[in-house]
């Protein structure tokens, strides 16, 4: 029998901290008394070890009806429920959903922010908005387990296919940061649905959190 590569681990060195990115343009759509962090259950470009399709966006699990926030300025394109309108994978994906399209543009391209499985919705067509005004409540209408919070970022057009990493348009939240980079092979080609492991700098003995890079498709 042909022997198989052994797998060499190796701990890389913590990046150097950077300013804020001009796309990190988001605030959070949740007040201080609620969870304001993305789960790691199911991340954005993840399947959850293959229990569920390619995520498209970041969810923020909070108790149902709790206040849903606009994340910047913009104006209402969608209002309402998606039983009639694809605006993910299928009719009725999202339950009750808001789209905003945000007064900035990055690179020249329009910047769409999607807020899904809302129980209520706060807000009307063409309405506009600025960052922290009220928008919906937390529920889980449409294709969703549990009560949480769907954020999706479109770059470019409308469109379930033009999704981005919401996480990399978040501002950090105090003391904390973003932690993005590529894991290629030796030929420099990206390496998809790797598991990755964090450590921080000041224990490096103990496990922080893990992560896997995004899968092919």
């Not at 919906?136 to 409308?158: F, K």
């Amino acid at each position: 029998p042909i022997p198989l590569p052994t797998a060499t681990y190796t701990h890389t060195p913590t990046p150097e901290m950077a300013q804020p990115q001009a796309h990190q343009l988001l605030g959070r759509p949740f007040d201080d008394e609620h969870g304001n962090e993305p789960s790691r259950h199911y991340p954005y470009g993840s399947t959850a070890g293959g229990k569920y399709r390619v995520h498209r966006g970041a969810d923020f699990p909070n108790p149902s009806g709790a206040p849903v926030l606009a994340a910047a300025r913009g104006r209402v394109i969608v209002a309402g429920t998606d039983r009639r309108v694809v605006f993910g994978e299928r009719v009725g994906f999202y339950g009750n959903v808001v789209i905003v399209q945000l007064e900035q543009t990055h690179r020249g391209q329009k910047i769409y922010v999607l807020y899904g499985h809302l129980s209520n919705v706060h807000v009307q067509f063409l309405q506009e908005v600025d960052e922290g005004d009220l928008i919906g409540e937390v529920g889980m209408t449409g294709v969703a387990i549990g009560p949480h919070l769907h954020l999706e970022v479109r770059v470019g057009q409308n469109s379930y296919e033009h999704t981005r990493n919401p996480e990399l348009w978040l501002r950090p939240l105090p003391e904390k940061g973003t932690v993005a980079g590529l894991l290629v092979d030796a030929q420099g080609q990206p390496i998809p649905g790797n598991a990755l492991t964090f450590y921080r700098s000041e224990t490096p003995d103990r496990r922080w959190q893990d992560a896997a890079t995004y899968p092919l498709s």
